[in-house]
């Protein structure tokens, strides 16, 4: 197994709770077998984080209180400072609907549904045990290709994300360097999926289990990478504002060289499109 060091030019993590909002809402996953259409206007952004953990993939260690992938409140990619969690719910843009412990055999420890303010755009954001890595990368690949299905209900309003959400993106160590996926994964319908993938050398790793789920690659990486939330969240925000689709990947590395005080040329080597 290759360890893979997570470097962090200049800015680390701190972790910090003070900007999640509390519950206003009750999110309700259902049966995987849930008919995947949501309402005419509706678009859906699925997030899977694999939490990042020193114990159970294959990671040079990070400091132990943010490297336990069973505690998402403190952990990098979730309640840390540019974890998912805390980024998004600092964000004017996002309202945080619903923040909810999940009860799925401590497979996702956590799900969050935020809106987007002004539109009827919802993200749905799971926080995976990071001893589940591999079940986090094969139902974002089975989302990929139409082959998994979930969904939240929100005030009387049933969401369906999983296969039925327009933008499907993974956060967390490349497990894919740690072990190998013997099932293809084949696009079911014609629905245009874009993804994105934040992990090391994903381009590298993810290329052919995408080609075949069917989605549109927009945003994935070229090397070793830090995958916090900012380049996460400016790459939906130029997908939201329908920027051209190679955009999505500028803005990410704007972002990366932004926090990661990177040149922005070797920011734009890493996150590409396509």
Request: glycine share 6%.
């Amino acid at each position: 197994m290759n360890k893979i060091l997570l470097f962090f030019p200049f800015i680390f993590c701190f972790c910090n709770q003070q900007h999640v909002k509390k519950n206003t809402a009750t999110s309700i996953p259902v049966s995987s077998e849930a008919k995947p259409v949501n309402a005419a206007g509706i678009k859906v952004i699925h997030v899977f984080v694999a939490l990042c953990d020193n114990k159970y993939q294959g990671i040079v260690p990070v400091p132990a209180k943010i490297g336990n992938g069973q505690d998402p409140a403190s952990n990098l990619y979730w309640g840390c400072g540019n974890g998912v969690k805390t980024f998004f719910s600092s964000q004017g843009s996002w309202q945080l609907l619903s923040d909810k412990k999940q009860d799925s055999g401590n497979i996702i420890l956590e799900r969050l549904v935020f809106k987007y303010k002004g539109k009827d755009i919802y993200l749905v954001a799971d926080a995976y045990n990071g001893k589940e890595i591999k079940n986090c990368t094969i139902n974002f690949l089975k989302s990929c290709s139409g082959n998994y299905n979930d969904s939240v209900r929100m005030n009387n309003k049933t969401i369906y994300c999983g296969g039925a959400s327009a933008t499907l993106a993974y956060v967390g160590h490349d497990g894919l360097m740690d072990f190998q996926l013997t099932d293809t994964y084949k696009a079911v319908d014609n629905k245009k999926r874009e993804a994105m993938i934040f992990a090391c050398v994903s381009k590298g790793y993810f290329a052919k289990h995408i080609k075949n789920t069917g989605a549109l690659p927009v945003v994935w990486t070229s090397g070793l990478c830090s995958p916090e939330a900012y380049s996460l969240s400016a790459a939906l925000k130029s997908r939201i504002e329908n920027e051209p689709v190679e955009n999505a990947a500028l803005r990410a590395a704007e972002a990366y060289s932004k926090y990661q005080k990177c040149s922005l040329r070797d920011a734009q080597r890493l996150l590409v499109f396509n």
